[in-house]
């Protein structure tokens, strides 16, 4: 079935360092891509979704590109603030397997330190 | 805008007991979701219910009830608390499916002493 697997946390930074967190994903077709983030306390938001292969999608300066043929969507930034401590998530959804499921890494707890 | 409200905020129960979560949105979607997030395990899915008075099993259906009764509301039901059990169960809706953006509740944590 449908997979995603993603680095496994915590991972700690200091502030002002570069950011990249390992998503890959198994699906038997071209899934839509996405990036969640937790904050604490609060419940998963968007960060951005991809729908399409080769595109890359952007928000707040993350980012991370759909990669059909490495089946891979790592997610990166160049400089993280300590306002990035957050829980991110890597998920999928397949149109073509169930188009209501969406499909969640295991999370990857960033600790960014001032 | 909108919200989802998730009550109550806070759970304790004791083993064996039925305990129900529940949970609204005013986004006026048509899907609904209930999660569990387990440190280290992720968001797996229990229920989803693609429109009012539909329910679809997830993958940790069981042990869990659900109920979509109106289009805002979706409650869960835990049909036997498990002694230490610990989780976080989340509420999300989305307006088209699993494709489109899905918007979360804060959440319930529920405790099982």
């Known amino acids: 079935g449908d997979s995603v697997t993603q680095t496994e946390g915590p991972v700690t930074l200091s502030e002002g360092t570069s950011l990249t967190v390992n998503c890959s994903y198994e699906?038997?077709?071209?899934?839509?891509l996405f990036w969640y983030v937790q904050y604490p306390g609060e419940g998963p938001q968007l960060l951005f979704k991809?729908?399409?292969?080769?595109e890359k999608g952007s928000n707040r300066g993350f980012e991370a590109t759909y990669n059909k043929e490495a089946t891979s969507f790592h997610l990166q930034k160049a400089s993280v603030q300590e306002s990035d401590s957050a829980v991110y998530y890597c998920?999928?959804?397949?149109?073509?397997?169930?188009?209501?499921?969406?499909?969640f890494g295991k999370g990857t707890h960033l600790h960014v330190l001032p | 805008g909108g919200i989802i409200t998730q009550t109550p905020k806070f759970l304790i129960g004791q083993e064996g007991q039925k305990l129900t979560l529940k949970c609204q949105q005013n986004?006026?979607?048509?899907?609904m979701y209930w999660y569990r997030q387990d440190s280290g395990k992720g968001l797996r899915l229990i229920y989803y219910s693609i429109t009012e008075n539909d329910l679809q099993k997830g993958d940790l259906s069981e042990g869990y009830d659900a109920s979509r009764e109106k289009k805002s509301s979706f409650s869960l039901t835990v049909t036997s608390a498990q002694k230490n059990e610990m989780a976080v169960f989340l509420c999300?809706?989305?307006?088209?499916?699993?494709?489109?953006?899905?918007?979360f509740g804060p959440g319930t944590r529920l405790t099982v002493l």
């Open positions: 991809v729908p399409k292969a080769n």
């Open positions: 699906t038997k077709q071209y899934p839509t």
């Open positions: 999300a809706s989305s307006i088209l499916g699993g494709f489109a953006e899905q918007f």
């Open positions: 986004f006026n979607h048509d899907t």
């Open positions: 998920a999928l959804s397949d149109r073509d397997t169930n188009a209501y499921k969406v499909i």
